[in-house]
């Protein structure tokens, strides 16, 4: 007679203190970023010649010999007006995730474990859905920004010249990059879009679950008045 291996349930109160935990730990992160760029943005302002480095993406695939080596991005400056942008920007976007945290996260996290097909729910994830959805855009600007000023410095022709140097040194792939018109461009990322994107369908999910529980409750309650 075969035997079910079955796990131990998790309770439900850990489960809680887990979920409060790690909800908790990324507001706090997000709090810390807002102020230090806050405070990186002051400090440029006072000081502009401290200037500041980003990382723009750069996949680019260089064989030396037998070794190939990858690289996934490139510190470059970039102009005053645009460090002073970005970086508020992102002050900006961080501050009010975690302030959303504060005031929705833990009251969204609450519901789900005791009362999951809340209206206040799907409004929840609908509205976290738009925030990955700006994280998307924001993080697509910076990284555009970034290989914009890697290119127009010329920077990447510098590279190609400094490999025609190197005996046996070639440039074999750019990554997954997009080339149009003989122009390298940026392979940008997808992730936060791709959450935005669970997000925006977990919320229709809990709408219409909540919208057949109401149903289901009017249903029975005009049932008990026919009786």
Same mark, same amino acid.
């Given at each position: 007679?075969?035997?079910?291996?079955?796990?131990?349930?998790?309770?439900?109160?850990?489960?809680?203190?887990?979920?409060?935990?790690? @909800?908790?730990?990324?507001?706090?992160? #997000? +709090?810390?970023?807002?102020? &230090?760029?806050? $405070?990186?943005?002051?400090? *440029? !302002?006072?000081?502009?010649?401290?200037?500041?480095?980003?990382?723009?993406?750069?996949?680019?695939?260089?064989?030396?010999?037998?070794?190939?080596?990858?690289?996934?991005?490139?510190?470059?400056?970039?102009?005053?007006?645009?460090?002073?942008?970005?970086?508020?920007?992102?002050?900006?976007?961080?501050?009010?995730?975690?302030?959303?945290?504060?005031?929705?996260?833990?009251?969204?996290?609450?519901? @789900?474990?005791?009362?999951?097909?809340? #209206? +206040?729910?799907?409004?929840? &994830?609908?509205? $976290?859905?738009?925030?990955? *959805? !700006?994280?998307?855009?924001?993080?697509?600007?910076?990284?555009?920004?970034?290989?914009?000023?890697?290119?127009?410095?010329?920077?990447?022709?510098?590279?190609?010249?400094?490999?025609?140097?190197?005996?046996?040194?070639?440039?074999?792939?750019?990554g997954a990059r997009l080339v149009i018109g003989g122009g390298v461009w940026p392979s940008l990322?997808?992730?936060?879009?791709?959450?935005?994107?669970?997000?925006?369908?977990?919320?229709?999910?809990?709408?219409? +679950?909540?919208?057949?529980?109401?149903?289901?409750?009017?249903?029975?309650?005009?049932?008990?008045?026919?009786?």
């Open positions: 007679m075969s035997r079910r291996l079955r796990l131990p349930a998790l309770p439900l109160k850990t489960a809680r203190t887990v979920l409060d935990l790690s @909800l908790g730990l990324l507001g706090l992160g #997000l +709090a810390l970023t807002g102020v &230090l760029s806050v $405070a990186g943005m002051l400090w *440029l !302002l006072v000081a502009p010649q401290a200037g500041a480095r980003f990382e723009a993406p750069l996949s680019l695939k260089i064989k030396i010999g037998d070794v190939v080596y990858r690289t996934t991005g490139a510190s470059v400056p970039l102009p005053h007006g645009q460090e002073v942008l970005v970086v508020a920007g992102m002050a900006a976007l961080a501050l009010a995730s975690a302030w959303l945290i504060y005031r929705r996260g833990f009251a969204l996290l609450r519901r @789900l474990l005791f009362d999951p097909f809340a #209206l +206040a729910n799907s409004q929840d &994830l609908a509205l $976290a859905s738009r925030v990955a *959805l !700006l994280w998307q855009l924001a993080l697509w600007a910076w990284s555009v920004l970034g290989w914009g000023q890697f290119m127009g410095t010329g920077q990447f022709r510098a590279l190609d010249n400094a490999l025609t140097g190197i005996p046996g040194a070639e440039l074999l792939g750019t990322s997808f992730t936060w879009l791709l959450v935005a994107a669970a997000l925006a369908v977990l919320s229709v999910v809990f709408r219409r +679950a909540h919208d057949l529980r109401e149903a289901e409750r009017q249903l029975r309650a005009e049932q008990a008045l026919t009786v």
